[in-house]
């Protein structure tokens, strides 16, 4: 009975704790359309909350767009950003404190073909995997490598079991 009540205990530490740590959180949106509403959901315990979009991960960047301040836990937004793009929501509370969403993509609107809304122009930056730009110069001479000695050799195989 105190080893349940014990766990019973702990798991409540634990609650507690990975609530407060997520105060306030947002909810990433799913299907997101250019140019049509999207409910966004999201909760805290220090009303009225600021909810922004940011590119990509940066929960820190200014805002691209502004969705709305409010005490409730739901608000509607009508996605006016560029479509085929990575975001990311964020939650600010009264106290500062802020959260980000898991990043989300809005969806063309394939009802049609043209904004059927005013989208914030935003051209995210490359991203750092992009290849670099070709360039005019000659590539440098390769010398043949010399036929010392690896720089690196591997340590002998440890025959046996491994304990996990």
């Given at each position: 009975?105190q080893?349940?009540?014990?766990?019973?205990?702990?798991?409540?530490?634990?609650?507690?704790?990975a609530?407060?740590?997520?105060?306030?959180?947002?909810?990433?949106?799913v299907?997101?359309?250019?140019?049509?509403?999207?409910?966004?959901?999201?909760s805290g315990?220090?009303?009225?909350?600021?909810?922004?979009?940011?590119?990509?991960?940066?929960t820190?960047?200014?805002?691209?767009?502004?969705?709305?301040?409010t005490?409730?836990?739901?608000?509607?937004?009508?996605?006016?950003?560029?479509?085929n793009?990575n975001?990311t929501?964020?939650?600010?509370d009264?106290l500062?404190?802020i959260?980000?969403?898991?990043?989300?993509?809005?969806?063309?609107?394939?009802?049609?073909?043209?904004?059927?809304c005013?989208?914030?122009?935003?051209?995210?930056?490359?991203?750092?995997?992009?290849?670099?730009?070709?360039?005019?110069?000659?590539?440098?001479?390769?010398?043949?490598?010399?036929?010392?000695s690896?720089?690196?050799?591997?340590?002998?195989a440890?025959?046996?079991r491994?304990?996990?």
């Open positions: 009975m080893l349940f009540s014990l766990f019973v205990t702990l798991a409540a530490a634990v609650g507690a704790f609530q407060a740590v997520a105060d306030p959180s947002i909810n990433t949106p299907g997101v359309m250019q140019c049509l509403p999207t409910q966004l959901t999201f315990t220090a009303p009225p909350f600021v909810i922004t979009v940011v590119p990509e991960g940066q820190g960047a200014a805002p691209l767009v502004t969705v709305g301040t005490s409730d836990t739901a608000l509607t937004w009508v996605a006016n950003l560029p479509p793009v975001y929501l964020v939650i600010r009264a500062g404190r959260n980000g969403s898991a990043p989300f993509l809005i969806y063309p609107n394939t009802s049609s073909p043209t904004p059927t005013s989208v914030v122009a935003y051209t995210p930056a490359p991203s750092s995997a992009a290849p670099a730009p070709a360039s005019s110069a000659p590539p440098p001479s390769s010398a043949p490598a010399p036929a010392s690896p720089a690196f050799t591997p340590a002998p440890i025959r046996g491994v304990v996990v």
